[in-house]
Nanobody
Framework: QVQLVESGGGLVQAGGSLRLSCAAS????????VGWFRQAPGKERELVAT????????YYPASMKDRFTISRDIAKGTMYLQMSSLKPEDTAVYYC????????????????WGQGTQVTVSS
């Protein structure tokens, strides 16, 4: 089992930037895909990005490609989500996730979840 702890959320003005971090522990992630999801009030949880831990290959849904960048630091056991040109509609709880099967995380059912971090974008 992988334990995930997010940090870096907060309040930011529209047009600003924010970087989220997610520290992983519990087991080696060499065969894992990790990623970020978000859930806005009254909406379903949606995928923001994933990255293969070893190869570092990112994946973004079409709607997330322009303003979000996912990365990971293998030595630190940490993944990141760099968000830029933030909009009020980006307001949500952001969750990191991990799974050894890429299809499972992309379908929204990863085995491991973080507790979430709130991002609020003011207009």
């Amino acid at each position: 089992q992988v334990q995930l702890v997010e940090s870096g959320g907060g309040l930011v003005q529209a047009g600003g930037s924010l970087r989220l971090s997610c520290a992983a522990s519990g087991r080696r992630l060499v065969d894992y895909t990790v990623g970020w999801f978000r859930q806005a009030p009254g909406k379903e949880r949606e995928l923001v990005a994933t990255i293969s831990w070893s190869a570092g290959l990112p994946y973004y849904p079409a709607s997330m490609k322009d303003r979000f960048t996912i990365s990971r630091d293998i030595a630190k056991g940490t993944m990141y989500l760099q968000m830029s040109s933030l909009k009020p509609e980006d307001t949500a709880v952001y969750y990191c996730a991990a799974d050894s099967f890429p299809a499972r995380i992309r379908s929204g059912s990863p085995a491991s979840w973080g507790q979430g971090t709130q991002v609020t974008v003011s207009s």
